[in-house]
């Protein structure tokens, strides 16, 4: 047996739906690997080929000519360095989430991944035939088995691996971020090596797609269970390994293992790298938002300006007769603050223009929400013009409490291309708002402190129509998250009048969400791909 073999992890970014350009990528990083880092071994996460998750393009019958011949060209491209890389292989009518290891041409080992994940974000099962078999493969005698993603998160195709003579275990991954999700992870591995005895690499990428966000984090555990190696979240990088080999096995060398962050600052650091993808991959020269003077538009602006730079971020205040002096001179302190371009329109000639025409259906019938929702419809009017304009996407300012129980218009300030804090309670957007200001100084402080209004009657404050923020949130989560039942949330301590009232208005504006944008998942649960609730339903809450 060898001493030692160095393994190169590329945990990057790759564009779903973008074959040729991933090839590229795959091409670049192996020579890096071999001719800078003189590494025996580069490795690729899940369907780096394709990107991931790519979806129903699976199923386009162009994606698989170029799938062909992005593996053809990686095959003959690749030289003096052993190459692991995965990608979407079809056989007949079926697709497998394969991996393929590859040198100087020839293929060593290919192997199918075994357990399809079929739950929240994932619907593999979908697409994918599973796999059956474990594959091993040697470099300079070390033996070495592979798993993909959800495999290691079941006892099965390690065990495979290791009965079928591997001395470590090589996880290649897409794995989406998540609260603590660098902890389950690690817990999971662990699992794994306290089963087979032997230890492993993990591969994660990074990179924002629609909804989900990759966060890296990827690290290597030796035997007894001890992280020797972790990556930095949300990165792209090249990161070295030694896999040392002696007549008790084989160990990854210690190495830097980056501190694990913390919550605010993961899912900061998630925002910000999902808000940049999004905006850079689809081509947008810059963003807009409405600024308001508020605790969401705030903190939006901060992760635009550190996702994008300060110089591709747009602002507009559009007062009206019920925005405050407070809000207009806290939004003017934050622009200057983080210099951003920043414009005042006034909305009252558009509102009174709308009001009054709209006079005779609406005679002397009093005012109410609909006098609100026409201040929110020319406010989405006028940032959807300047959008349309300047080339710049909009994105929307509403969290996850507001889109759960409808406080929110549409048409209005649910209108734009993406929403950055749409899977964030109230109470994390107060959280990521203080964690910003720790870095340097972003939001007022009196944005933070004040009660939250939407501002569009006299004197309005949040709490008008909602429970506090901090009955409200714990709730939300619950049902949402928890899928616990009114009496199961009401045994933790809640009003029951309450959570029916508030599990009622989550119900009642399924139809809202289904028009709201994409925004960055960071929960277990988020509004999008992992809910999917009916719009038309005879269920009621009972009190």
């Given at each position: 047996m060898t001493d030692k073999i160095?393994?190169?992890?590329?945990?990057?970014?790759?564009?779903v739906g973008?074959?040729?350009?991933?090839?590229?990528?795959?091409?670049?990083?192996s020579a890096r690997a071999r001719d800078d880092l003189r590494a025996d071994v580069v490795v690729f996460p899940e369907l780096s080929i394709s990107g991931y998750p790519?979806?129903?393009?699976?199923?386009?019958?162009?994606?698989?000519?170029?799938?062909?011949?992005?593996?053809?060209?990686?095959?003959?491209?690749?030289?003096?360095?052993?190459?692991?890389?995965?990608?979407?292989?079809?056989?007949?009518?079926?697709?497998?989430?394969?991996?393929?290891?590859?040198?100087?041409?020839?293929?060593?080992?290919?192997?199918?991944?075994?357990?399809?994940?079929?739950?929240?974000?994932?619907?593999?099962?979908?697409?994918?035939?599973?796999?059956?078999?474990?594959?091993?493969?040697?470099?300079?005698?070390?033996?070495?088995?592979?798993?993909?993603c959800e495999d290691v998160w079941q006892s099965g195709p390690a065990s495979a691996a290791r009965a079928a003579g591997a001395e470590f275990i090589l996880v290649i991954n897409g794995s989406p971020y998540e609260l603590d999700s660098q902890q389950k992870r690690e817990t999971v591995v662990r699992q794994r090596i306290e089963e087979t005895g032997i230890p492993a690499l993990y591969l994660n990428m990074v990179g924002g797609q629609d909804e989900l966000v990759f966060d890296g984090g990827s690290f290597a555990m030796d035997a007894a269970g001890e992280v020797s190696f972790r990556a930095s979240a949300f990165d792209e990088g090249l990161h070295v390994v030694e896999l040392k080999g002696s007549a008790t096995g084989v160990e990854p060398a210690k190495a830097e293992?980056?501190?694990?962050?913390s919550t605010e600052e993961s899912v900061y650091g998630a925002l910000v790298r999902g808000t940049r993808d999004y905006v850079n991959k689809h081509g947008f020269k810059g963003v807009v938002l409405g600024l308001s003077g508020g605790i969401d538009s705030a903190l939006i602006v901060a992760i635009a300006c550190d996702a994008l730079g300060a110089e591709r971020v747009r602002a507009?205040?559009?007062?009206?007769?019920?925005t405050s002096n407070m809000s207009q001179e806290d939004a003017?302190?934050?622009?200057?603050?983080?210099?951003?371009?920043?414009?005042?329109?006034?909305?009252?000639?558009?509102?009174?223009a709308t009001t009054a025409s709209?006079?005779?259906?609406?005679?002397?019938?009093?005012?109410?929400?609909?006098?609100?929702?026409?201040?929110?419809?020319?406010r989405g009017l006028l940032l959807m013009a300047v959008s349309n304009k300047t080339g710049c996407m909009l994105l929307t300012t509403g969290n996850k409490s507001e889109m759960a129980v409808g406080y929110a218009t549409l048409y209005g300030d649910m209108a734009g291309g993406f929403a950055p804090i749409k899977d964030c309670s109230k109470t994390m957007v107060y959280r990521l708002a203080k964690y910003r200001n720790s870095l340097s100084p972003a939001i007022p402080k009196r944005v933070i402190a004040r009660p939250p209004?939407?501002?569009?009657?006299?004197?309005?404050?949040?709490?008008?129509?909602?429970?506090?923020?901090?009955?409200?949130?714990?709730?939300?989560?619950?049902?949402?998250?928890?899928?616990?039942?009114?009496?199961?949330?009401?045994?933790?301590?809640?009003?029951?009048?309450?959570?029916?009232?508030?599990?009622?208005?989550?119900?009642?504006?399924?139809?809202?969400?289904?028009?709201?944008?994409?925004?960055?998942?960071?929960?277990?649960?988020?509004?999008?791909?992992?809910?999917?609730?009916?719009?038309?339903?005879?269920?009621?809450?009972?009190?």
């Open positions: 160095s393994v190169a992890l590329a945990q990057l970014d790759f564009i973008d074959v040729a350009g991933n090839a590229a990528k795959i091409l670049q990083y790519p979806e129903d393009l699976l199923f386009h019958g162009g994606l698989r000519w170029r799938i062909t011949a992005a593996l053809d060209r990686i095959r003959t491209g690749v030289r003096d360095i052993v190459v692991v890389v995965g990608y979407p292989e079809y056989v007949d009518e079926n697709i497998f989430n394969s991996c393929i290891v590859l040198k100087d041409g020839e293929t060593l080992a290919n192997y199918r991944k075994c357990i399809l994940p079929n739950y929240r974000v994932f619907d593999e099962v979908r697409y994918f035939t599973p796999g059956k078999t474990a594959a091993v493969f040697s470099v300079k005698g070390i033996r070495i088995g592979i798993n993909i293992v980056v501190a694990m962050q507009l205040m559009m007062p009206f007769r019920y003017a302190k934050q622009v200057a603050t983080l210099g951003v371009q920043y414009d005042v329109v006034p909305i009252s000639p558009m509102y009174e709209l006079k005779p259906i609406f005679g002397n019938m009093p005012n109410d929400v609909t006098e609100e929702n026409i201040q929110a419809r020319c209004s939407a501002e569009l009657r006299p004197d309005q404050k949040d709490s008008d129509s909602l429970p506090a923020y901090d009955v409200l949130d714990p709730i939300l989560e619950a049902f949402i998250e928890d899928d616990l039942s009114v009496d199961e949330i009401t045994r933790r301590g809640f009003d029951r009048v309450t959570v029916t009232r508030i599990l009622e208005m989550v119900k009642s504006n399924e139809y809202k969400r289904r028009q709201s944008p994409p925004g960055i998942r960071i929960s277990t649960r988020a509004f999008g791909r992992d809910w999917r609730y009916p719009i038309t339903s005879g269920y009621t809450f009972p009190e």
